[in-house]
C-alpha cells in the first residue's frame, strides 16, 4: 500500500502522523508539500492536525480553498481512502468533502485531555479493529472541534452509518451535537475525526488505544 | 511627515529614553559629540536593563556555568548541554513581564514566541516548553482577567507553533497584583555538530533579514520593560509586541531548512530592541563592524523612520550572515516558506555600526562599546536581615482539616485548568504530563533516553532569606528531576526582582544569587543561560524576590521512571530525607501563610550536601526498579505530598504515624 501525508503550513502534527504511518505500515509515507505540482499515486491521503494558515479566517478555510484540494476531490471520488485529523478534519469539512461543520469549543477554550470514544459503525476499513460500540481512550487537542450540522445533514449523517465514533461516557469536550468526534462521507471512504489516535499507539504514551484504526486501515489499502 | 534626525537632544528627550545623566555624559564622552535621534534610540535600546545586565552582570559572573557537559553557557541565544550520541539539549528561560500585565494575551503569546525562538537560533527543534506564572491575589480585581488573558496567549501560541507544554508553576501572591510574572521556557534538540551561533565572521559578507515585516509594534518594549509602572501603564499599550505563531512555525522551519544547506555563517534572532540589538551583537561578538541599509528592510507600514525601524520589536524576525555564494539557495528556502529575505547589509572592519537610510547616514557608533563593553554598575546592596525565629504561638489545628483546607486553597488546588489549555502531547514523546514534579519528554531518534523539566521557586522563602531561598529553589528543581529518575545537567535562571536602584532590592538580588551560585557548585548543576527581570514594582512597591530555576535532566532508560501517583495498591510508603532529630519547619510555611495569614519565621535551610546524598540514593532506588512512585515534600509538606500521590493515581495511603503530632 502507498499512503501519503499532505502538508500546508502551519500543520504541526505531520511529525506524529508520519511516525504513526511508518510504525505500522513499516515505511515512511510519502510527504506531499501544498505546493507540489502533481499529488503522487497513492491508496491513503492523510491531512494531520495543526493551524494550517495559523487558523486565521477560520479553522481549516483557507487550506481547504488551494490548488491541491481539487486533485484531492478527484481522487475521492475515485475511491481513494482518506483520512483527515483535526485541522485535517476541518480542511475536509470546509473542502465540502465531508458533512457538517466545526465550530469554536463550547467552552471557548482550547482543550487537550483525555477523552472516551464510542466507535460506532465499525463496518470500514477506518474502524474495523474495534467492535460495535466498543469504547476506547483517546486524547484530544483542538480549539475548534464542536460538530455542527443543520437537523436535516444530521439526521442524513446518523441515518446513513455516517457516526464513525462519539464522545462517550460523558466525556464530550467541545459540545459536538450527538457527542459526534468523528464522521464519514456516504462512500465511507472519507474519515474527519478531532481527536488524536496518532498520539495513543505505543505504551510509553500511556496506550495504544489508537493502534488499530492504522492497523486495520493499512492492512486494508494495501 | 519629515523626520528630523538632528532634532535637538534635550534632557528631557534623554529622560523619555530612560537614560540617566551620567549615562548621557557617557555617550557623549565616547562618540565627542551629540548624539542624532536615531542614535540616542540604539544607546537607550542596547544600554537598558533588559539588554545590558548593567546591575546584574557583576553578579551573574559568580555562578557556576561549566561542567562536563556543558557546550555553550549563557552569552548565547540560549545554552547547550551535551546529552550522549551526538546529541544536545538547548534551553532558556526568559520573562515577558511587563507586556503581559499591559495585554496579558499579547505579553504571554510573544514571551512564549521569543523563547521559541531562542532556542531555534541555535539550530534546535522545539521539543518542550513551560512556563512559570505569578499572578496577584485570587481576590485583586485585575486577577481573573490576567490568568485568563495569560493562560490563553501562552495555549495560543505555543499550541499553533506545535511545541508541548510539559510542565510550569501557577502562584498567587498579592504582591504580584500590581506586576504579574511571566517567564518562559523552552528546549530544543540539536545534533552537536550543528549548532548555531550569533558571532559573525568574514569581512565584506551579506547581512541577511528574514522572516516576518518590520512594523510599528513594540518600538521602545526593552526600555519600557526596564521602568517601573505607574498608574498611567495603560499608555503603554503600543510598545507591547503582536505575535503570529503562524509566522513562527514557517520560521522555524525555513531556518532548520536553511541551516541545513550549510549557508548560515551566523544567526540572531531579533528579539528585545530588535534590529538594532541583533545586528550590534553579532557585529560585536565577531569583532566585526556593520553597516544596515534601511531602504531595503522589509516594512509592513509606509513612512516608517529609521528611528522605528531600528526599535521595533517585531516578532518573527531573524538576522544572519550567510555565504554569498550560497545566498541564491537560502532565498529560495524563504520563498517556499513565503516569508521575507532581504539583504540589508553587510559586515565591515572598521568595528562601526553604521546605518543608512535616504542615502543618509543616521547612525555612526562604535559597535564594541554599543555591545558587549556597554555600562556596568555595582549598585550599593545591603544584606537583607535575618528573620526572626518563629514564635511559640504556633495555631493547631486539625490534620485533617488543615489539609482539606490547603489542597482546597487558590495554592494548592489542581491546575488542570490551566495546563488543559495547553497542548501537551505533540510530537508523540510525552512521557509525563503536567501535574507530576517534572515533566517527561521521550528523545527522539534514541530508543531509552529521555529528557525531564521543571521550573522552581519559592518566592517567600527569597523574601525571608535570599541566599537559603535561592539554594532552595536550585534545591527543589535538583530534587523534582530527581524524583523522575533523572540526572539533573543544567539550569537556567530567570531572576525577578524590584527596583535594583534600592539597596535593598538589590541585596535580594545578591543574595539569591550567592545561593543559587552555592546550590549549583554543591549539586553539580550548571547555570547555562538565563533573564534577569528588574524594576518589578508598581507605585513603588517591589514584588516577592522571585529567582526562577528551570532544571533540564537526563533519564538513560525511560522504561525505569517515577512518577508521583501511587504505582498500586499494597506498597509501602517510605520518606526519605531529613532525620528525625532536625525535627519539623514551619516558618514561612504554607500553613502559616494560606490558612493563618502569617508569613514569620525562617524558611526551611537546605543542607546541600544531604540534599545531594538522599537525591542520588533515590534516583538509584528508581533505576534499580525499587522506587515504583516517588514525589518530592515541599509546599504543604508531607500532608500535601502524600495527596498528590493518591490524586494523581487515585489510590489512598494509610500512615499511622502521624497520629497526635504537631502539623
Known amino acids: 500500500m502507498r499512503a501519503a501525508v499532505i502538508v500546508f503550513p502551519g500543520l504541526n502534527r505531520e511529525r506524529d502522523m508520519i511516525a504513526a504511518l511508518k510504525r505500522f505500515s513499516g515505511e515512511a509515507p510519502l510527504v506531499v508539500w501544498h505546493k507540489d505540482p502533481e499529488l503522487p499515486r497513492a491508496d491513503l491521503y492523510v491531512i494531520p492536525g495543526g493551524f494550517s494558515y495559523g487558523d486565521y479566517l477560520r479553522a481549516g478555510a483557507i487550506a481547504a480553498r488551494s490548488p491541491i484540494m481539487g486533485k484531492l476531490r478527484e481522487r475521492a471520488a475515485a475511491g481513494a481512502y482518506i483520512l483527515g485529523v483535526c485541522n485535517g478534519f476541518q480542511i475536509l469539512t470546509e473542502a465540502g468533502l465531508l458533512p457538517g461543520v466545526l465550530m469554536r469549543n463550547a467552552s471557548l477554550k482550547f482543550v487537550c485531555r483525555e477523552v472516551r470514544l464510542e466507535a460506532v459503525n465499525t463496518d470500514t476499513p477506518f474502524t474495523a479493529g474495534y467492535a460495535p460500540g466498543q469504547v476506547f481512550r483517546c486524547p484530544v487537542a483542538h480549539a475548534d472541534g464542536n460538530y455542527f450540522a443543520d437537523a436535516e445533514t444530521l439526521a442524513a449523517v446518523e441515518g446513513n452509518g455516517q457516526v464513525a465514533f462519539r464522545y462517550a461516557e460523558g466525556t464530550n469536550p467541545n459540545g459536538s451535537l450527538n457527542d459526534i468526534a468523528g464522521v464519514f462521507n456516504e462512500g465511507k471512504n472519507v474519515l474527519g475525526l478531532m481527536p488524536h489516535p496518532e498520539d495513543l499507539i505505543e505504551p510509553a504514551q500511556g496506550g495504544t488505544d489508537g493502534a488499530p484504526l492504522f492497523e486495520t486501515l493499512l492492512a486494508s489499502a494495501a | ?663
Open chain 2, 1 to 663: 511627515m519629515s523626520f528630523d534626525n538632528n532634532r535637538p537632544i534635550t534632557p528631557e528627550l534623554v529622560a523619555s529614553h530612560g537614560l540617566k545623566p551620567d549615562e548621557y555624559q557617557k555617550i557623549l564622552d565616547l562618540i565627542g559629540r551629540p548624539p542624532t535621534f536615531t542614535e540616542l534610540g540604539i544607546f537607550s535600546a542596547m544600554w537598558n536593563e533588559h539588554c545590558s545586565y548593567k546591575s546584574s552582570k557583576k553578579w551573574l559572573r559568580t555562578l557556576p556555568t561549566t561542567g562536563p557537559r556543558v557546550i555553550q553557557g549563557p552569552g548565547e541565544n540560549a545554552g547547550v548541554v551535551d546529552i550522549g550520541d551526538g546529541q544536545a539539549v538547548v534551553f532558556k528561560m526568559e520573562s515577558h513581564n511587563h507586556p503581559s500585565f499591559i495585554e496579558p494575551y499579547q505579553g504571554a503569546a510573544t514571551g512564549v514566541g521569543g523563547i521559541l525562538r531562542d532556542v531555534f537560533t541555535m539550530g534546535a527543534r522545539p521539543i518542550a516548553a513551560m512556563n512559570a506564572l505569578r499572578f496577584g491575589s485570587p481576590e485583586h480585581e485585575k486577577t481573573r482577567h490576567l490568568v485568563s488573558g495569560v493562560v490563553a496567549g501562552i495555549g495560543g501560541y505555543g499550541n499553533a507553533f506545535g511545541v508541548p507544554t510539559v510542565g510550569g508553576e501557577l502562584e498567587f501572591d498579592r504582591s504580584y497584583n500590581g506586576n504579574i510574572l511571566v517567564n518562559a521556557f523552552a528546549a530544543g534538540l540539536v545534533e552537536t555538530d550543528s549548532i548555531f551561533y550569533s558571532k559573525a565572521e568574514g569581512v565584506g559578507l551579506p547581512v541577511v533579514y528574514l522572516g516576518a515585516k518590520t512594523g510599528r509594534d513594540g518600538v521602545g518594549g526593552a526600555t519600557m520593560a526596564s521602568a517601573e509602572f505607574d498608574d498611567e501603564i495603560e499608555e503603554k499599550r503600543p510598545t507591547v509586541q503582536v505575535g503570529d505563531p503562524f509566522t513562527e512555525k514557517r520560521l522555524l522551519e525555513a531556518c532548520l531548512e536553511l541551516m541545513a544547506t550549510g549557508a548560515v555563517i551566523a544567526i540572531q534572532d531579533m528579539g528585545a530592541a530588535g534590529l538594532t540589538c541583533s545586528a550590534v551583537e553579532m557585529g560585536a561578538k565577531g569583532d566585526l563592524g556593520i553597516a544596515l541599509d534601511l531602504d531595503r528592510v522589509p516594512v509592513r507600514e509606509a513612512a516608517m523612520t529609521p528611528y522605528e525601524m531600528m526599535l521595533s520589536e517585531s516578532q518573527e524576525r531573524m538576522l544572519m550572515v550567510l555565504h554569498p555564494e550560497k545566498e541564491a539557495e537560502a532565498r529560495a528556502v524563504f520563498e517556499k516558506w513565503e516569508l521575507d529575505f532581504a539583504t540589508v547589509g553587510v559586515t565591515t572592519d572598521d568595528l562601526r555600526f553604521r546605518v543608512k537610510w535616504h542615502g543618509e547616514e543616521v547612525a555612526n557608533l562604535p559597535i564594541k562599546e554599543l555591545g558587549d563593553e556597554a555600562p556596568e554598575y555595582d549598585r550599593p546592596w545591603v544584606a537583607t536581615a535575618r528573620p526572626a525565629p518563629l514564635p511559640n504561638d504556633i495555631p493547631r489545628m486539625d490534620v485533617a482539616d488543615a489539609l482539606l483546607a490547603l489542597i482546597g486553597g487558590p495554592h494548592g488546588s489542581s491546575r488542570r485548568w490551566v495546563f488543559e489549555q495547553y497542548d501537551t502531547l505533540i510530537g508523540g514523546n510525552t512521557l509525563l504530563r503536567p501535574g507530576g514534579d517534572a515533566g517527561v519528554i521521550r528523545v527522539e531518534g534514541h530508543p531509552t533516553k529521555a529528557l525531564a523539566f521543571t521550573s522552581d521557586v519559592t518566592p517567600r522563602y527569597c523574601e525571608a532569606d535570599p541566599f537559603e531561598g535561592g539554594k532552595q529553589a536550585v534545591a527543589e528543581a535538583w530534587r523534582n528531576l530527581t524524583a523522575t529518575g533523572a540526572t539533573p545537567i543544567g539550569a537556567t535562571d530567570n531572576l525577578n526582582f524590584g527596583n535594583p536602584e534600592k539597596p535593598e532590592i538589590m541585596g535580594q538580588l545578591v543574595g539569591a544569587v550567592r545561593g543559587i551560585a552555592e546550590a549549583c557548585r554543591a549539586l553539580d548543576f550548571p547555570i547555562v543561560s538565563g533573564n534577569v527581570s528588574l524594576y518589578n514594582e508598581t507605585n513603588g512597591r517591589g514584588i516577592l524576590p522571585t529567582p526562577t530555576i528551570g532544571g533540564v535532566g537526563l533519564i538513560p532508560d525511560w522504561s525505569r521512571m517515577a512518577r508521583a501517583g501511587f504505582a498500586a495498591p499494597g506498597e509501602l510508603i517510605l520518606l526519605f530525607g531529613a532525620p528525625p532529630e532536625w525535627g519539623t519547619h514551619l516558618g514561612q510555611s504554607i500553613y502559616l501563610r494560606d490558612l493563618f495569614d502569617r508569613r514569620e519565621g525562617p524558611p526551611p535551610p537546605v543542607d546541600l550536601s544531604h540534599e545531594r546524598r538522599t537525591g542520588d540514593y533515590v534516583r538509584r532506588l528508581i533505576r534499580d526498579g525499587i522506587a515504583t512512585a516517588v514525589h518530592d515534600l515541599s509546599d504543604g509538606g508531607l500532608a500535601v505530598a502524600l495527596a498528590e500521590m493518591a490524586i494523581a493515581s487515585g489510590i489512598g495511603a494509610k500512615v499511622n504515624q502521624l497520629n497526635d503530632v504537631d502539623p
